[in-house]
């Protein structure tokens, strides 16, 4: 119980900064790849010190609350996760926490956000599957939906679940908004949406959505190592492992696709979802 | 038990008067105070039990003249039935109620004799029903009051037959307590019957061609389920000598003789009842009658008994080849439905597929039969049943004061009417935010699908509540966007009745929310004792303690946050429009250098989810699946 709310308490404490540094490197190495030198690693850091010193710019005066909702109800998932509770409860907070991000869109009402914003829920329909599937599959792997005794069973869950892991993988690049599924916002300004849905978050309100962002990609990488820690020391080093090459991996399919259209990243994620989730968990529930 | 006898007589009594008495505020009055004591009837049959500690109770054993009554009723709705088949020139629909009438009364007259039992049973499940019938259906009626007094002067071409309209509200409520507290087949058989008249006069009640053509899908659609129920209950009390509901379960569990026949027809009749593939599009065609009616349809009456007799059923049905097609109907019909509600703009629409969607999952819950599913099942149909009916009502008045009832016609609506913007936004959030009840029922019936092992059911559940989340979503974000409505405040025309039931409704909402645990506690758990005979703990008390903490949590946030950012100053800026607002957020230079209004709307995608031919395709994938499994439950019998 102690051991669950320290782990809880680090992850608020330290998410941030470990987001922040992911961020650092993940633009560092996209630089690399484009032949680029890059900004700092800890530019992402310097930016949002900067925003938050900033007065409060906005469209609409209510967009700051439900920003500041969302970013507690992201932080709040996490810390249900990494304090050891149920796997799906934190699921559900997260996509009340997405909910919010997508009021805070929608309430300007300009015309680049509103089109982000349905694009956001197209993309909350195209991963949410996966993301149900993958704790239906930690589920049927190790008996229960605790994240504690998940990660303390005695085998290596990715041996159950690698369609599970494969339809996760896939669904990370929306939700980490990667290339070729960045339909609702990219990191870049010049594109069709403009920002998608932080066109008109400025300031503040964008440091606070930065730092939601930083806590769920923590989040998101917790849950991929899920797959693979288990109770013997060798699973450490091997989830690190695992994380930084899922990472990797992202930053690589960002570098190397071109932006996809919304019908056909929807398409293709409930295809990739069914066929690896779903034929896992068919087999999981024959041999169970 | 004289209360028993009250709360199925009483309603008919205030048909009556509310048929005969032709002055609108008079009958307001009388319907108020009819709700009233229908309510507190309730509450005394609900104390009765308590003090007799929650225990079945079983009573009037010998009933001959009350069932030469329930005969000759029967005989009269048949006969009713066959006059406006004639009138409207259906004439085949007519047989589906003479056939089954001549059933029953050939073998009540002359069948053989039946054994002795209680014909009223009073537990758990049906005071649940009990209740969410008098206070949901309840204030439905009250809140009709001043809805109709609107409604007709919208619509001055449709001639109002007010008193009809709380003549038919009032016996369907008396008729849905006959429902939920009988335990004989042949009581319940009628009851059955007069819901399914009831709905369709109540659809009916525009009398113009659409309304028409819908009420005699309704009615044949439930008299075709009607015929099932009787076919069944006749089969039944034919080789088994016996009409109790009870026994036929308790007979099911154990695999007895002569009940498998009678358990799938009667599943049969619950799922058209209740809407399923290939049965949806009568609870769909419903919404053309005045709000209030489809309110009570969709929430505490009507698809509800079908639910009702499911959980009965679901002990017997639990693992056997009728479960399994009660199950794969009803998380088809989830899957499919909330998929065509993405392709609707049309507020009620919505709100109807989404009642077959949740349907859906409650009739699957039921199909799986274990007690854990039958929790989810409950807990579903309590809150769902409070969040559609605020959400009916909510649309009914909004429809009222701006003269539409479709979705992109409330962009900013919680700018121009507040009140039933919350109303609508409580009542949608209600339907699949985190806090909610709904969402936790959703959770405890994907872990009870992945215990019993029903793969099939996981991936709709997965897939169906992906989609359920985009539809409300994307309503409830047009409430809250501003833009080419600015400015423009509507007057909030809605009555004091209207309001006192919208809150009322709201207040049950949040509250059933917070006392989620002690419902489970006290009331479920005893409950699925009682169908079950055991009962394992569908979520532990930290779960539900940790979900506690969660919903407050949920709650307090967005308050806090709200109350923070109002005192920080936002320096306002226009939106970014690539630099050619006209000034305001409202328009722009259009390429001829003139100003543009600016119109916001959501996607709907009617070209890839065409909610007609998905509609069409669901109906013959489930019409196959429903054709092959009947055929292996026959099948299973012959051999």
């Known amino acids: ?288 | 038990m004289a209360v028993v006898i009250f709360l199925i007589c009483f309603p008919l009594v205030m048909a009556l008067a509310s048929y005969l008495v032709r002055d609108d505020r008079t009958r307001n009055l009388l319907a108020r105070a009819g709700v009233a004591v229908i309510m507190a009837a309730v509450l005394w049959l609900v104390f009765i039990w308590i003090s007799g500690g929650r225990q079945v109770i079983n009573c009037y054993y010998d009933t001959e003249a009350a069932d030469h009554i329930i005969l000759a009723v029967e005989v009269v709705l048949m006969f009713i039935i066959t006059g406006l088949c004639c009138r409207h020139r259906k004439y085949w629909i007519s047989l589906l109620s003479i056939v089954p009438t001549l059933l029953i009364a050939w073998f009540e007259l002359e069948g053989p004799e039946t054994e002795r039992i209680s014909h009223i049973q009073i537990d758990h499940l049906s005071i649940l029903m009990c209740l969410i019938i008098a206070f949901i259906g309840g204030f439905i009626i009250i809140y009709s009051g001043g809805y109709m007094t609107h409604y007709h002067q919208h619509h001055v071409r449709i001639k109002p037959r007010k008193n009809y309209f709380f003549a038919m509200l009032f016996i369907f409520l008396g008729a849905m307590f006959g429902f939920v507290l009988s335990s004989s087949l042949l009581w319940i058989d009628l009851f059955w019957e007069i819901t399914s008249v009831c709905s369709f006069m109540l659809i009916g009640y525009t009398r113009d061609e659409e309304a028409i053509y819908n009420s005699f899908r309704a009615l044949w659609m439930n008299l075709l389920g009607g015929t099932a129920l009787a076919v069944g209950i006749v089969y039944y009390g034919y080789f088994a000598h016996t009409v109790s509901l009870d026994t036929l379960v308790a007979e099911g569990m154990h695999g007895g003789e002569f009940t498998t026949i009678p358990i799938a027809l009667i599943a049969f009749a619950a799922m058209t009842k209740a809407a399923q593939l290939p049965f949806s599009t009568w609870l769909l065609g419903a919404m053309v009658a005045p709000t209030p009616s489809s309110a009570l349809l969709h929430s505490a009456t009507m698809v509800k008994a079908g639910i009702y007799i499911l959980f009965r059923l679901a002990p017997a049905i639990g693992g056997t080849r009728t479960g399994m097609l009660v199950s794969l109907i009803g998380g088809f019909t989830f899957f499919v439905t909330s998929i065509m509600a993405i392709g609707q703009d049309d507020g009620k629409k919505i709100l109807a597929c989404s009642t077959v969607s949740n349907l859906g999952l409650m009739v699957a819950c039921a199909g799986i039969g274990k007690a854990e599913t039958i929790w989810a099942g409950v807990m579903l149909m309590i809150f769902h049943a409070i969040s559609k009916s605020l959400l009916f009502q909510a649309v009914g008045a909004t429809e009222n004061a701006i003269g539409s009832r479709n979705v992109e016609n409330m962009h900013g609506l919680m700018y121009r009417i507040p009140m039933l913007a919350m109303f609508i936004f409580i009542g949608i959030a209600g339907m699949f935010l985190a806090p909610f009840g709904m969402l936790i029922s959703k959770w405890a019936a994907l872990k009870a699908s992945v215990d019993s092992g029903n793969v099939v059911m996981v991936l709709f559940i997965a897939f169906g509540s992906a989609t359920t989340s985009f539809y409300w979503s994307k309503w409830m974000g047009k409430l809250i966007s501003r833009s080419h409505v600015s400015g423009s405040r509507h007057e909030d025309i809605t009555l004091p009745d209207e309001r006192l039931s919208l809150y009322v409704h709201a207040f049950l909402m949040i509250a059933v929310c917070l006392l989620l645990p002690v419902i489970s506690r006290l009331f479920v758990n005893p409950l699925l004792l009682e169908l079950f005979g055991q009962y394992k703990v569908v979520l532990p008390l930290e779960v539900l303690i940790l979900l506690e903490l969660i919903i407050i949590f949920v709650f307090a946030v967005p308050m806090a946050a709200y109350r923070y950012s109002k005192r920080v100053k936002t320096n306002v800026k226009l939106s970014y429009m690539s630099g050619i607002n006209m000034g305001d957020n409202n328009s722009f230079v259009d390429s001829f250098g003139a100003s543009r209004k600016l119109w916001l709307s959501n996607y709907y995608f009617s070209d890839k989810f065409d909610p007609d031919r998905l509609m069409v395709y669901g109906q013959i994938m489930a019409m196959a699946l429903m054709i092959v499994l009947l055929c292996l439950i026959v099948g299973g019998i012959l051999a």
Not at chain 1, 16 to 29: F, N, S, Y
Not at chain 1, 94 to 100: N, P
Not at chain 1, 119 to 148: H, K, N, T, W
């Open chain 1, 1 to 288: 119980m102690k051991m669950n709310i320290i782990s809880a308490l680090l992850y608020i404490l330290l998410a941030p900064l470990a987001g922040a540094l992911m961020d650092g490197v993940g633009r560092k190495i996209s630089a690399r790849m484009q032949g680029r030198i890059g900004p700092p690693i800890l530019q992402s850091y310097y930016d949002v010190r900067k925003l938050l010193g900033k007065q409060v710019i906005a469209v609409s005066p209510l967009q700051s609350f439900l920003l500041i909702s969302y970013l507690v109800l992201m932080v709040l998932t996490g810390a249900l996760f990494f304090s050891g509770s149920d796997i799906l409860l934190s699921i559900f907070v997260l996509s009340t926490a997405a909910t919010f991000l997508y009021f805070s869109t929608v309430i300007t009402s300009s015309p680049y956000n509103t089109i982000a914003a349905s694009r956001e829920l197209i993309q909350i329909m195209a991963y949410e599957p996966a993301v149900i599937l993958a704790c239906v599959g930690f589920y049927l792997a190790a008996g229960s939906f605790q994240v504690d005794e998940i990660a303390s069973t005695n085998t290596c869950m990715l041996l159950y679940t690698p369609g599970f892991f494969a339809a996760f993988v896939f669904i990370l690049t929306i939700k980490m908004r990667k290339s070729p599924f960045d339909v609702s916002t990219s990191h870049h300004a010049h594109q069709e949406l403009v920002k998608g849905v932080t066109t008109e978050m400025g300031a503040r309100n964008l440091a606070l959505y930065s730092i939601a962002e930083w806590y769920e990609n923590v989040f998101l990488m917790g849950m991929a190592g899920l797959f693979v820690i288990n109770s013997h020391w060798w699973s450490i080093p091997l989830t690190a492992l695992l994380v930084m090459a899922t990472f990797f991996l992202e930053i690589l399919i960002d570098n190397s696709n071109a932006r996809m259209k919304w019908e056909n990243m929807f398409r293709l994620s409930w295809e990739v979802t069914l066929l690896a989730a779903g034929v896992n968990l068919l087999i999981l529930m024959l041999i169970r």
